[in-house]
């Protein structure tokens, strides 16, 4: 069955770049969109953005001046940059699948954790 | 954005009682709109699309209904393995947006 992975240094330190890979295994990352999602105590769960396999991307406008989410179709890999990072981008981070037939997030990763902290 | 407002936000309930969490986005969202469970430790797993569409593997005493603004998610028969957190989710537009959830709790 489908699988998804999130990969990526658990501590970043404030002002850096956070970086996460999510594999997929099981399936091709074609045609289908993947988005990345994280989730604190405090906000709860928020949507990052999405990528298509082809390349076209959507950010939430609360995260657009920081967020870069790429695709490797040859590594069935997206990945996750989020720049100038503070304490308040600790969360756990979750890459998701966007059903074809429901529209919803039907595949999740296990999730990781990425602390902010020098 | 379109905010996503749950009730109640924890809710404890017996063994075998019916119980519904409801949802209300701030504008509407015709029936695009999911439910998921969440147990600790674990990713969001989705029990409802489509407001009223039940997921594929998700045992038929979830349910859920509503469209336009007011959503609900109803458990028919609460068991020990119901206990989590529940969500909504809006994807009638970007940016996609959550409910606060629902904690879900034994009596």
């Known amino acids: 069955q489908v699988q998804l992975q999130e990969s990526g240094p658990g501590l970043v330190k404030p002002s850096e770049t956070l970086s996460l890979t999510c594999t997929v295994s099981g399936d091709s990352i074609r045609p289908y969109y993947w988005s990345w999602i994280r989730q604190t105590p405090g906000k709860g769960l928020e949507w990052i953005g999405y990528i298509f396999y082809s390349g076209s991307t959507n950010y939430n406008p609360s995260l657009t001046s920081r967020v870069t989410i790429s695709v490797d179709t040859s590594k069935n890999q997206f990945s996750l940059k989020v720049t100038s990072v503070t304490a308040a981008d600790t969360a756990l981070y979750y890459c998701?699948?966007?059903?074809?037939?429901?529209?919803?997030?039907?595949?999740w990763g296990q999730g990781t954790m990425v602390t902010v902290s020098s | 954005d379109i905010q996503m407002t749950q009730s109640p936000s924890s809710l404890s309930a017996s063994v075998g009682d019916r119980v519904t969490i409801t949802c209300r986005a701030s504008q509407g969202i015709g029936n695009y709109l999911a439910w998921f469970q969440q147990k600790p430790g674990k990713a969001p797993k989705l029990l409802i699309y489509?407001?009223?569409s039940l997921q594929g593997g998700v045992p038929s005493k979830f349910s859920g209904s509503g469209s336009g603004t007011d959503f609900s998610l109803t458990i028919s028969s609460l068991q020990p393995e119901d206990i989590a957190t529940y969500y909504c989710q809006h994807y009638n537009s970007y940016p996609i947006t959550f409910g606060q959830g629902t904690r879900l709790e034994i009596k």
């Open positions: 998701a699948r966007k059903s074809h037939s429901s529209g919803a997030f039907d595949i």
């Open positions: 489509a407001a009223s």
